[in-house]
């Protein structure tokens, strides 16, 4: 069975501080891939990540990065000089061929 | 990426009764899924559309309950039967060729059931 734990409920931070969301996955696949989505207050749920198994290199894009560390078996999410607009709900998912189990969220949310 | 709808956006409903969801998608895509979002919890997979074969249902969910259609490549619908107050949630639907891609959402249905 595949699980995703994300253990931190909520986050508050003051704006331009960094923060990092963690993920801890379990699956018996070989092949796998790791997803981070963000639902801001309207509800919505944004496309934010996919990363293969296969693929270890860490990701940057903008003030988001990742780092994916398989010997962990963790996928977390870091917010460089976060902003009011980074407010929302975050989830990381696992995926599969028969759909994605996501973890519980993490809810951020940024002062300003 | 794909654009997906879904109708209704959000509709509130009697117990008893039941709704019909529907989610359309703007290219042919293998698969399709549906989630549920209960208030405040994470999303869980509710079942697989597969066009041309029966749904299949996640542990928990039945095909009494929850029916699903597949018609065709683009378009699939989730109905809620004989509603009570637990099912309200988010339904959402989300395609993706294998469940390993990229998997876009649809902007999910607000259900409320009183």
């Known amino acids: 069975a595949q699980k995703v734990t994300q253990a931190q409920t909520e986050i508050s931070v003051v704006e331009k501080e960094d923060v990092t969301l963690d993920c801890v996955y379990e699956?018996?696949?070989?092949?796998?891939?790791l997803f981070w989505y963000k639902q801001p207050p309207s509800g919505e749920l944004v496309f934010l990540i996919r990363?293969?198994?296969?693929?270890?290199q860490n990701e940057i894009s903008g003030r988001y990065s990742w780092n994916f560390q398989k010997s962990t078996s963790s996928f977390n999410f870091t917010i460089t000089a976060s902003q009011v607009v980074d407010s929302a709900v975050y989830f990381c998912?696992?995926?599969?061929?028969?759909?994605?189990?996501f973890g519980k969220g993490t809810h951020l949310i940024i002062q300003p | 990426s794909a654009v997906i709808s879904q109708k209704p956006s959000r509709d509130i409903c009697q117990r008893g009764t039941s709704l019909t969801i529907q989610c359309q998608v703007d290219?042919?895509?293998?698969?399709m899924f549906w989630y549920r979002q209960q208030p405040g919890q994470s999303l869980t997979l509710i079942a697989t559309?597969?066009?041309?074969?029966?749904?299949?249902?996640e542990s928990g969910f039945v095909i009494d309950k929850f029916p699903i259609s597949r018609p065709n490549l683009t378009f699939s619908t989730l109905t809620v039967s004989n509603m009570s107050p637990e099912d309200s949630s988010i339904y959402l639907c989300?395609?993706?060729?294998?469940?390993?891609?990229?998997?876009?959402f649809g902007p999910g249905t607000r259900l409320t059931v009183l």
């Open positions: 989300s395609v993706g060729p294998s469940g390993s891609d990229e998997q876009f």
């Open positions: 699956t018996r696949d070989t092949t796998y891939y």
């Open positions: 990363r293969n198994s296969f693929d270890e």
């Open positions: 998912a696992l995926g599969g061929a028969d759909g994605l189990t």
């Open positions: 290219s042919q895509v293998t698969m």
């Open positions: 559309a597969n066009q041309g074969s029966e749904a299949t249902y």
